[in-house]
Nanobody
Framework: VQLVESGGGLVQRGGSLTLSCAAS????????IGWFRQAPGKERNLVAE???????FYDASVKGRFTISRDNAKNTVYLQMNSLEPEDTGIFFCNTWQSGTGYWGQGTQVTVSL
């Protein structure tokens, strides 16, 4: 499966962005998809995940501000990000695991200015 992220950009503090993770090569209906954030000079951390039954998980730092959703018909997962803070700046990656293999997209840059 190939994953392609899009939707990043430069936004002011308090602004919003919606990221997309489009999958190709295989259906993602039966798999969990996660969004990870990698801040400059830091490790990549999970911020949100949506499972095949649409159960969701959010890191405490984004709970109440970010919403993850999936459109299986479009084979795409979204991350709606509201009330963005400078601390949200980083490269956002989507990820899935299939048959014991992890798949990552190339990432999309999100920059939040003061």
């Amino acid at each position: 499966v190939q994953l392609v992220e899009s939707g990043g950009g430069l936004v002011q503090r308090g602004g919003s962005l919606t990221l997309s993770c489009a999958a190709s090569g295989d259906r993602i209906d039966d798999y969990a998809i996660g969004w990870f954030r990698q801040a400059p000079g830091k490790e990549r951390n999970l911020v949100a995940e949506i499972r095949s039954n649409r159960d969701t998980f959010y890191d405490a730092s984004v709970k109440g501000r970010f919403t993850i959703s999936r459109d299986n018909a479009k084979n795409t997962v979204y991350l709606q990000m509201n009330s963005l803070e400078p601390e949200d700046t980083g490269i956002f990656f989507c990820n899935t695991w299939q048959s014991g293999t992890g798949y990552w997209g190339q990432g999309t840059q999100v920059t939040v200015s003061l």
